[in-house]
């Protein structure tokens, strides 16, 4: 552990810009809104809110060109090359829910049976600085999600602001290697007692400020893996869905994607992955246009059933949710996940 001065912190970005890409977060003049983007360490700004969108971009990209193939007609033999991105990126500034829903999308595509080799690419290049919250944003709700305020691993450096000074811990060797080469003062017992009261204080004033979403998921939990839902329920929630997917673009943890292939004008062929999301009619069609979820609701209680039943906290080791807000945010349906657990606790307690 390590104890450095507030002006430090930009010393540090800076020091990272030099060898990566610098990716944090920024508060937009012109939309007065934070967003997690490419970003000059001049820029950063580790007192923003939550961004409006996640930082799981960075790693899994939008759309992404993850193969090239040519077909030669004559020699009938087929040229395939995986596509690679090596541009180093740092991830400064990672707030805790973000950096859950990061290691979410890790066991997806790298602690299954098939290992995705594009985005394994993307997060040997990537060096993580993670923020402690010390104080809630009004859509927060990962004390319900077990994920905040405070990251507990996956970092390489954590920062906690601790009023006048940051106090610095290391997470791995690359985060340890970094950190010593400033010769920074090391920390004491005193400043870590410190930063777990500040903890403590952030998570009794989310009854005050996190006022937007409360998800108190652990009942609905055990309902929605059981299925003791009345369908009355899922038609009630799937009726107020307009099929936008803005829901599964702003989450976190969210890991549906699409391929396309498409020709090139140099003669080679593209495979491209692109987001997808399971509020979409197509995401289920089939070969021959059978589609087993064609039912709005039979789709919205699938993401549900993604986020919270128990199959899906085994595979990622805890909830799908992170607790972030975000899907409340843009939902015009009002169909968030906080508005989901409170429909499906209040059929409970009927």
């Known amino acids: 552990m390590y104890l450095i001065k507030k ?108 290992v995705d080799e594009v985005y394994r690419h993307h997060r040997s290049r990537m060096f993580i600085v993670a923020n402690t919250c010390v104080v809630p944003f009004k859509q927060c709700f990962c004390v319900c999600t077990d994920s905040g305020p405070a990251a507990q691993e996956g970092y390489d450096v954590n920062l906690t602001n601790l009023g006048d000074s940051y106090l610095i811990e290391v997470g791995s060797e690359k985060g340890k290697a970094f950190i010593e080469s400033f010769g920074f003062a090391k920390a004491t017992e005193e400043q870590l007692k410190q930063k777990q009261k500040l903890i403590e204080k952030s998570i009794t004033m989310f009854e005050d400020i996190a006022t937007e979403s409360k998800a108190w998921a652990s009942r609905v939990m055990n309902r929605v893996t059981t299925g003791f839902i009345k369908e009355e329920v899922w038609e009630y929630i799937g009726n107020q869905c307009i099929e936008c997917g803005a829901c599964s673009y702003v989450c976190p943890s969210c890991t549906c994607f699409n391929i396309n292939d498409a020709n090139t004008i140099a003669g080679n062929t593209e495979r491209v992955r692109t987001w997808d999301s399971c509020s979409y009619e197509g995401y289920s069609r089939m070969a021959g246009g059978h589609n087993p979820r064609k039912p709005i609701e039979d789709r919205r209680n699938k993401r549900f059933l993604c986020k919270l039943s128990y199959s899906q906290s085994k595979k990622y080791l805890r909830p799908g949710c992170v607790g972030c807000g975000r899907c409340a945010w843009v939902c015009p349906g009002e169909i968030g996940l906080p508005n989901v657990v409170t429909y499906i606790r209040r059929e409970i307690h009927e």
């Not at 934070?34 to 000059?40: G, H, I, L, R």
């Not at 950096?99 to 595509?109: A, E, H, K, V």
């Open 7 to 114: 002006n430090d912190v930009k010393k540090i970005a800076k020091a990272l810009e030099e060898k990566y890409t610098l990716y944090g977060p920024y508060v937009d003049e012109a939309f007065g809104q934070c967003f997690f983007d490419k970003v000059s360490a001049d820029n950063v700004d580790l007192n923003a809110p939550i961004p409006t969108n996640p930082p799981k971009h960075v790693v899994f990209p939008h759309l992404e060109t993850i193969m090239q193939y040519k077909y030669d007609k004559n020699a009938k033999k087929v040229d395939i090359a995986m596509v690679f991105d090596d541009t180093p990126k740092v991830l400064f500034g990672l707030r805790s829910c973000d950096l859950t829903g990061l290691q979410c999308i890790d066991r997806f595509f790298l602690g299954q049976e098939f």
